[in-house]
């Protein structure tokens, strides 16, 4: 069920050297929602999704959790209230998975740091909700990028944030893998926590978001619901492309499916 604002954004702008990656971005999330952020490369998703992480601070405008500005808070208070899954899955460390899914209470730990009991149930709770279970003993070096992905999604989960904010967690996915994330941010959602997710596959965020924010070179194009976000029209002005947008044959969703390529007053190219 969806409560109430969690999460707020003012006039959020980021400034990389001469470039405005984010651009007066404004807009609120409620607890026990999904937001999606989509959008063409480069349009400042990623971005956007650090400022709520607090690991890029804008240069203009203010985050706020819970109405606290979080720009005062600790690492880790940030970390036990955020939780953040990135696009690359790259790693050099040669943990097993089941340590690096217990790096995800580390924030809740006492000052010498050891997990008890209890953070090791909540590891093996966060390893079986993900499938990932099977791979606890394996070295994370030796998975494969998906397999990653998911460890890394299990890791947060167990360190059982208020925002869980994802970067393209489905890219490196086969389709089954892909509809097991999408339930999963569906389940959480529905703990209470607000899941924050950029996502390029235009489908799978109709599927699983309450609002998608529609991004463009920085700005916010359009706040709403899929159905009136994903309009051929916005599509076209964002994209760059001239798009069929139908209802899904056997799915409460929409499908989209890219016709052509126009430039950005609408001509094809």
Known sequence: MIGSTLLELTEVTVIGG??????????????????????????????????????????AGSVLIDGRPIRGWSA???????????????????????????????????????EGPADRELAE?????????????????TLSGGERQLVLIAKALAQQPRILVLDEPVSALDLRHQLTVLRLIEAVAATGCLVVVAIHDLELAARCCDRLLLLDRGRLLADGPPAEVLRPDLIRAAFGVEASVRPHPDLNTITVTALDAVDREGELR
């Open 125 to 141: 709770a966060a390893l079986e909700r993900t499938g990932t279970a099977r791979l606890a003993d394996r070295v994370i070096t």
């Open 18 to 59: 001469d470039t405005t990656i984010v651009d007066r971005v404004t807009t609120t999330a409620a607890a026990g929602s999904v937001i999606g952020l989509i959008g063409p490369n480069g349009a400042g998703k990623s971005t956007l999704l650090r400022t709520v992480t607090g690991t890029v601070r804008p240069a």
């Open 76 to 114: 880790r208070e940030l970390a036990r209230a955020v939780a953040f899954v990135p696009q690359n899955t790259n790693v050099d460390f040669g943990f097993t998975v089941r340590d690096v899914v217990l790096m995800g209470r580390h924030p809740h730990l006492g000052r010498f740091g050891v």
